[in-house]
């Protein structure tokens, strides 16, 4: 798990990719880690001082493009009434 959430951070913050996909079997610590890594990664933003908006999906629970970006909406604040 360790060395997930470093791989996520490291990508993160060095903007290497601006989307990460982490897929594995049930029960993995695939949420856990990213869950923590963007703890960590809203930590860093918000001692830098650095305006971002975090969110996090689950595109398993979302199933579609369409419902995961009405998601991603939705956590910012946004309407969903399409």
Do not use: W
């Not at 610590?29 to 001692?47: D, P």
């Amino acid at each position: 798990m360790r060395a997930l959430r470093s791989l996520i951070l490291e990508n993160i913050r060095s903007q290497a990719a601006s989307c990460i996909f982490i897929f594995g079997k049930p029960g993995t610590g695939k949420t856990l880690c990213v869950r923590a890594a963007l703890s960590e990664l809203t930590r860093f933003l918000r001692r830098k001082e650095i305006a971002a908006h975090v969110v996090y999906v689950n595109a398993g629970q979302t199933r579609s493009p369409y419902y995961t970006m009405l998601e991603i909406l939705r956590e910012m604040g946004g309407s969903s009434a399409v």
